[in-house]
C-alpha cells in the first residue's frame, strides 16, 4: 500500500505561481508513473500531466508552458509547478502513482492509476 499526500494549495491572484507537493510513503517512486489531475467545478477530473520512470513528461494542452512536472527520488516526492495562473486552473489536484514491476512507462487511463492522494484545493483569483 501506497499514501499519497498532497500539499502547497491555497488561493493567488491571476499570473501568480504556486507549487504543489505529493509525498509518497513509499520508496522507490523512481520506477512508478505518477500524474497529476485535478477536477474543476462541475468537470469530471482530468489530467493535468505525468511522469513516467524515466523521467519523460507529458501534459495537457490547457497547462502546456505554463505547468512543470518533477520528481525527486531521493525524497519521494512529486512535485506541480504552477505558472501563469488562471482563473480557470481553479480545481482540487490529486496526485496518482502507478506500480509496475520495472519501469513504468505509460499509463494509459485514469483508472490505471494505483494509488490517489486526497487532494489540495487550489483556487485563482482574477
Known amino acids: 500500500q501506497v499514501q499519497l499526500v498532497e500539499s502547497g494549495g491555497g488561493s493567488v491572484q491571476a499570473g501568480g505561481s504556486l507549487r504543489l507537493s505529493c509525498a509518497a510513503s513509499r520508496d522507490f517512486i523512481s520506477a512508478y508513473c505518477m500524474g497529476w489531475f485535478r477536477q474543476r467545478p462541475g468537470k469530471e477530473r482530468e489530467e493535468v500531466g505525468a511522469i513516467n520512470a524515466f523521467a519523460h513528461t507529458t501534459y495537457a494542452d490547457s497547462v502546456k508552458d505554463r505547468f512543470t512536472i518533477s520528481k525527486d527520488n531521493a525524497k519521494n516526492t512529486l512535485d506541480l509547478h504552477m505558472n501563469s495562473l488562471k482563473p480557470e486552473d481553479t480545481a482540487m489536484y490529486y496526485c496518482?502513482?502507478?506500480?509496475?514491476?520495472?519501469?513504468?512507462?505509460?499509463?494509459?487511463?485514469?483508472?490505471?492509476?494505483?494509488?490517489w492522494g486526497q487532494g489540495t484545493q487550489v483556487t485563482v483569483t482574477s
Open positions: 496518482a502513482a502507478k506500480f509496475t514491476s520495472g519501469p513504468c512507462y505509460y499509463v494509459a487511463a485514469q483508472s490505471d492509476y494505483d494509488y
